[in-house]
């Protein structure tokens, strides 16, 4: 992989991060503020990012991986990337929710199933602390993850054999009807980035970068017409699938004209997966001492819902960067470190 090509991935996978805490900012003002549109056209066009995620993960999965035997490596090796990741911040934010709890009672009592002792309400609050859904909801992104890569083998099968069949059959079962519950979605974004790398072909490229411009124009326009008109490109909507498409491909390939690659350091980028995992819940908190404190403007609240991904953005990634320098001198502080990230 060349080194415009690997640093591509990782600045286009720092704006998603931006985008996936639009996605999750509350609106300033509510649904009833007057700069609402703005807000919601910036949430909803957010939703690129997920996706965008999982096709550069199955692209760098499957790059340059012949056979079973790799494939089997790599899994074993997203077990520890992935899988102990997921487990760790997973508990950590139960713990931050029972922290939560002995300050102020939350809306919903997740512990009180624990106090009762039953060995079948356990089972099934630990089933709702990693799996269905995670407590922590920012994460299902990589939940799902982990099981689309325990489907590689299979992946890696189809996609050798017969490449576009198999793209089309995923994209029509998946991407638009969501025939197989839970992993539609995961699965065809997937699929996408691990047929461009099985297939040895440049990742969503096109040949005319203008038109990419133009798709993501489209993008934007379509996204404003399904929120005027009350609709949103959610996972369980048959039409998110093609209009994030264009997204996808629009972004990709506009980056390469407007020469983003220059305003990015490595300070920046290499943190991505620690702001993914930490972003909630600091994100709500500054949210939630922001919005109530602001003046009831447009304009205002417009600036005001950008202002917590911005503030999360900084001091997280002031902690990662303290954190490791901590790491060069405390053994103890590198093997957290590792731990929470998989050893990014």
């Known amino acids: 992989m060349s080194p415009y090509i690997s640093d591509k991935i990782r600045n286009i996978s720092f704006i998603a991060i931006i985008a996936v805490f639009f996605i999750h900012t509350d609106y300033a003002g509510g649904r009833n503020s007057a700069s609402f549109f703005f807000q919601d056209l910036l949430h909803t066009a957010s939703n690129f990012a997920v996706p965008l995620f999982f096709i550069i993960s199955g692209y760098l999965f499957f790059y340059r991986k012949g056979n079973l035997s790799v494939i089997k490596q790599s899994i074993y090796k997203r077990f520890r990337t992935l899988f102990i990741p997921y487990v760790v911040w997973c508990t950590l934010f139960v713990m931050q929710l029972w922290l939560a709890s002995l300050v102020k009672p939350l809306n919903q009592d997740y512990f009180s199933i624990l106090n009762e002792g039953d060995f079948v309400e356990i089972l099934r609050f630990l089933k709702r602390m990693y799996i269905a859904p995670p407590l922590a909801f920012h994460l299902?992104?990589?939940?799902?993850?982990?099981?689309?890569?325990?489907?590689?083998?299979?992946?890696?099968?189809?996609?050798r054999k017969h490449p576009s069949v198999f793209l089309l059959v995923v994209v029509l079962v998946c991407g638009m009807l969501k025939l197989i519950p839970w992993l539609s979605w995961?699965?065809?974004?997937?699929?996408?980035?691990?047929y461009f790398a099985l297939s040895n072909k440049e990742l969503l490229q096109l040949n005319n970068k203008w038109i990419a411009v133009l798709m993501l124009i489209g993008y934007i326009g379509i996204t404003g017409w399904l929120i005027y008109n009350g609709m949103h490109t959610t996972a369980d909507k048959w039409y998110s699938f093609p209009v994030i498409l264009l997204g996808v491909i629009g972004i990709w390939n506009t980056y390469d004209i407007i020469g983003v690659h220059k305003y990015f350091p490595s300070y920046l980028t290499d943190q991505t997966f620690f702001l993914y995992c930490a972003h909630v819940p600091f994100l709500t908190i500054v949210s939630t001492?922001?919005?109530?404190?602001i003046p009831k403007s447009a304009l205002v609240e417009g600036v005001a819902y950008l202002i917590p991904a911005i503030v999360t953005c900084i001091v997280l990634i002031t902690i990662a960067r303290y954190w490791k320098r901590l790491n060069a001198n405390s053994r103890i502080s590198y093997n957290i470190y590792k731990y929470l990230t998989g050893g990014r």
């Open 186 to 194: 995961p699965l065809t974004w997937f699929s996408i980035g691990s």
């Open 289 to 293: 001492l922001l919005f109530p404190i």
């Open 140 to 159: 299902w992104y990589v939940r799902d993850l982990i099981a689309v890569v325990a489907f590689s083998p299979l992946i890696f099968l189809c996609q």
